[in-house]
């Protein structure tokens, strides 16, 4: 995976984009670029690379000015009706640090104006401002920004430093992972990270330990990575969210991957950064 805990390649230009003149002459600029997304923010991805386009047409509301990557202006075009391509998920793996984070503001940014097209309210129609990352209501003038939810992913281990990796049913055959979960209404990461895991499984944890973050824009989420020492080792499967669930050690963990019984969350997820920190011995700081 790559780094989250630095500071963005995308610099958002939060001074500038209030400046439609300045916008107009970013989409004009030589060197300008245009990603193709769709409006549930999968792209139309036509091969392995990002299928960056040179602005052409006319400036409007489907181009939402991303940012600025090292000096040149990244715009999603949203187009409802973008031919059939490979979607973000199947290409991410493969994608550059930059062109990643491109794709992932790409993707979250055109799901949230797309879900966001009325005022919650009043319900009148919203429009979109600032280059796009923002919206204003047109009845009551309220000002609308990306949503994102957040959810907590742990590590869990016991005393021997074996890892818990569980099964969720909808996942590919033999996936594998660290646990993961939404935070509720009113609480802490923490507490989210406690009830998932007793839910899920039915342990009580030690006290978690952050990890890193790392957005996931599938549509909207923010995943918060933890670590946590388990306080006993005996599991109580849910088999709602988790079908099945067991304890690894190093090895264990090893030989089932060769043997194919075991595969893992795609590389660029933070639960494979996870995952792999703990197989090297240094579960700590993600990224
Ligand atoms: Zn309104």
Not at 145 to 164: F, M, N, S
Not at 178 to 202: D, P, T, Y
Not at 259 to 286: F, K, N
Request: with cysteine; proline share 6%; net charge negative.
């Amino acid at each position: 995976m790559i780094s989250w805990c630095g500071p963005s390649l995308l610099d958002r230009a939060e001074d500038r984009r209030g400046d439609d003149d300045w916008v107009a002459s970013q989409w004009r600029a030589p060197g300008t670029r245009v990603i193709a997304v769709t409006p549930d923010g999968s792209l139309g991805w036509a091969g392995d690379g990002p299928g960056f386009q040179p602005a052409s047409g006319e400036l409007s509301e489907r181009h939402l000015l991303l940012g600025l990557l090292e000096g040149r202006a990244v715009f999603a075009d949203v187009l409802p009706d973008l031919a059939a391509g490979r979607t973000l998920r199947a290409v991410m793996d493969g994608l550059s640090e930059p062109d990643l984070e491109v794709a992932f503001a790409a993707a979250g940014l055109a799901a949230w104006h797309s879900r966001a097209a009325f005022c919650g309210s009043c319900g009148s129609a919203t429009a979109p401002v600032r280059a796009g990352l923002e919206r204003r209501c047109t009845g009551c003038g309220r000002e609308l920004y990306p949503r994102v939810d957040p959810a907590v992913i742990v590590a869990v281990t016991d005393d021997d430093d074996r890892l818990l990796l569980g099964r969720q049913p909808s996942w590919p055959a033999g996936r594998m992972s660290v646990f993961a979960g939404f935070v509720e209404a009113g609480e802490s990461l923490e507490q989210a990270v406690h009830r998932e895991v007793f839910e899920e499984v039915g342990l009580r944890l030690a006290e978690p330990t952050y990890l890193g973050s790392q957005p996931w824009p599938f549509p909207r989420s923010m995943m918060v990575g933890f670590a946590a020492r388990a306080v006993g080792t005996a599991l109580t499967v849910d088999n709602t969210e988790i079908e099945h669930a067991r304890w690894f050690s190093r090895s264990e963990l090893t030989a089932a991957l060769a043997a194919g019984e075991v595969g893992l969350p795609m590389s660029t997820s933070i639960a494979s950064g996870m995952i792999g920190q703990w197989r090297e011995e240094r579960l700590g700081a993600v990224g």
